[in-house]
Every structure is written in C-alpha cells, then in structure tokens.
C-alpha cells in the first residue's frame, strides 16, 4: 500500500464511515414524511414521530457522551452501527405508526453512537497535523457530496421501486460501515482509560471559561437557526417564485456542489490564518447573502444569494472544528461533544418554533431580513464577549 495513502487511512476511513452515515439519512429524506403518512394522516402523531426521535437524541447524547470517556469511542461507535442495522427494518416493517415511533428511538441511538463518536475520533487524529482544517474541509466536503447523492438516489428508487427499497438501502450503507471499522479501525481493546467522567457541571463551566470554545458555543447557535430556517423558508419563496418545486432542488444542489469544492479550499485558508478569521469571514457572508436574499424577487439573484450564503458554511465548518480539535482533550472529547450536539438540536428546535411563529406576522422575506439582523448582531456580541474573556486570561 503507498505509504501516503497508509498514513492517512484512520483519517479516509473515519470521512467514509461519516458519509456513509450521511448518505444512509439522505436516502429516506425525500420519502420518509410520505411513507408515515401511510400509517396515519393525523398530523399531531406525525409530528411526535419526529418530536421522539429529537428527545432521545437529546438523552443518548447526555449518557454515551459521558460513557464514551470511560469504555472509549470506538465502544460506542461500534453499537451505534449495530443499531443503525435495525432501526430501518423497524421502520420498513411498521404496520402502525407507533411502531415507526420506536424505530425513531433506535434511529436516536444510531446517530448519537456513529455520528458523535466518528467526528471525535477524527479530530483525536487530525489534532497532530498541521492542517486541521484543510482536513476538516475534506471531511465536510465528502459529506455534502454523499448528503445530494443520497438525497437524488432516494427519490429517484423510491419512485421506481416504491418507498420501501431505500430503507433496504440504509442497512446496506451500515452493513459497509461495519465491515470497513471492522476491518480497518484500531481493536478497540486498544482504546483504554483511565480517567473517569466530570462532573456535567465542571465540563459545562470548562466550555464556558474557554474563550475559543465559548465563542464555538456561541456562535453556533446562530449557525443552527439558519440549517433550519432554509428548508422552511427557501421552499416557500421559491415556488411563489416560480411555481415549481424543481426550482427549490436546483438551489440547493448549486448549494451543496459550491460546500463540495470550497470546503477544502476555506480550510487551506483557515489554516494559514486562524478559525477567528475563517468565522469573521463566514458571518460577514451570511450577514450579505441574508440581505441580499431578503430583498431578491426573482430566481437569478435568489440563487446568487443562496451560494453566497452556502460559501459562508464552508468557512464555518472547518473554523469550528479547528476550535474543537485544539481546545478540547482527546479523553474528554466524546463528552464534550455530545454536550455541542445537545446544544445544536436544542437551538435548531426552537429556531424552527420562532420561524413558525414569525411567518403568522411576516412574509418569508421579512424574516430572512430579521435573520439578518439577528447573525450581524449576535456575531458582534460573541466576538465582544470573546475578547472580553480573552483579556480575562491574560
């Protein structure tokens, strides 16, 4: 095996098990609505279908995060893909909508176990290198390009084959996964310590004093609202636009091909500078892009603003994991991150409520004027209180 590409197996492994994860959601995205739709019509229960899926992440978060520090990450990941075997038979075979709940509870454990701990295993390894975010970059890269094939490769077989066929298909993306951490990773035997969870309360206050994480945590909030806010918001103006819902597909596929090729390129740049920059350079393009899709009325300039506004994620990305792999311990990371993704599914569930309440008083492009606002403003602030904390250290 070339020496190169051996160096940095751990490293492709870990991006291939983390898009075959992506790809494996993407193919029930387009259909996984319409297929509980045929359980039941009674919107209160599909919406709880979702709703259970979204508090047991929050509950396995807490717990493996913690358990991760005591038996290992690769302990964890490796239940994390046993389950993610299971929870698409439960859904496929679920004769009433209570069945297809409990799968949401698996697919809970599935995503908490695998998707956590593959991201706190590969910062462990890219903490060495010089080209943290570069790598980074990569890593996110792969991962949209695996999200747009899932997403079109779902759709595509479902109308084909009919709805079931690609739930069959997560398993085989999970059956891939476990054959190549079984054939590739490290023992996980080899994977021991001997420290002991922190107190929720000490790690909480560790992120907090941290200037760069606290900036992370900070931050990211705002970063959250707007995965949330384009789904709901992006769809709506669009077929207004247009009268197509075709238009809102070619928006976010010219979205997800820009993240794939500047992912790795914002990465180099955040490297030569610093992840300061590289999130001073993303909220300075979500600040325009928000501006300038709130006031676009046809569809050339909406999907100008629309990649602007993705160019600003591929700076994010690979700035926050820079700050995550420096200033977070290998032992503790698996914790400290599961507290990150409670607090990200925390903030994109109450941005999704707000945008709700906001389009009962204001049309779609009045909000993304106040979302605007809100990122310019919010950024300031975190940028404020991170000096502050900052000169606090010295």
């Known amino acids: 095996m070339n020496q190169k590409i051996k160096g940095n197996l751990p490293i492709i492994i ?25 359980l039941t019509h009674n919107p209160i229960l599909i919406g709880l279908t979702f709703s259970i899926g979204t508090f047991f992440m929050f509950i396995f978060s807490l717990y493996l995060g913690r358990k991760s520090v005591v038996i290992g990450k690769r302990r964890i990941l490796f239940i994390g893909l046993l389950t993610g075997l299971f929870y698409p038979l439960i859904y496929a075979t679920s004769l009433t909508v209570f069945q297809y709940m409990f799968g949401r509870v698996a697919w809970a454990l599935a995503c908490v176990a695998s998707g956590t701990m593959i991201n706190a295993l590969f910062q462990d390894i890219i903490s060495k290198r010089k080209n943290i975010a570069e790598l980074s970059g990569w890593y996110y890269s792969v991962r949209s390009i695996a999200g747009t094939v899932g997403a079109v490769a779902g759709g595509f077989i479902a109308d084909f084959y009919g709805l079931l066929i690609p739930y069959y298909l997560v398993i085989a993306a999970y059956l891939i996964s476990l054959a190549l951490f079984l054939s590739f990773m490290k023992p996980m035997e080899e994977e021991k310590s001997n420290v002991e969870p922190q107190k929720i309360s000490v790690s909480l206050k560790d992120i907090i004093s941290n200037p760069f994480l606290f900036l992370r945590f900070f931050t ?48 180099k740049l955040i ?11 993303a909220f300075i393009l979500y600040t325009f892009s928000l501006l300038f899709l ?49 607090y990200d599914v925390l903030t994109g569930t109450l941005a999704a409520f707000i945008v709700g309440v906001l389009l009962v008083y204001f049309t779609p492009h009045q909000i993304l004027f106040l979302f605007a606002i809100f990122t310019a403003v919010g950024f300031i602030g975190g940028m404020i209180l991170f000096k502050m904390k900052l000169e606090a250290k010295k």
Do not use: C
């Open 14 to 38: 870990l991006i291939l098990l983390s898009s075959l994860g992506v790809i494996a959601g993407s193919f029930i995205a387009p259909i996984e609505v319409r297929f509980i739709q045929s």
């Open 220 to 267: 990211e909030g705002i970063t959250q609202s707007h995965w949330v806010m384009e789904p709901i918001l992006f769809p709506l103006i669009l077929y207004a636009m247009t009268g197509t819902n075709a238009a809102t597909g070619v928006v976010f596929g010219a979205m997800g091909v820009l993240a794939m090729i500047s992912n790795p390129l914002a990465g």
């Open 271 to 281: 490297d030569k500078t610093s992840p300061i920059t590289g999130l001073k350079i």
């Open 294 to 342: 709130s006031l676009s009325r046809n569809f050339i300039p909406f999907i100008i603003g629309a990649v602007i506004l993705s160019l600003g994620k591929t700076f994010n990305g690979p700035s926050m994991n820079k700050i995550e792999t420096e200033n977070i311990k290998n032992e503790y990371r698996g914790e400290y991150l599961s507290y990150f993704n409670i």
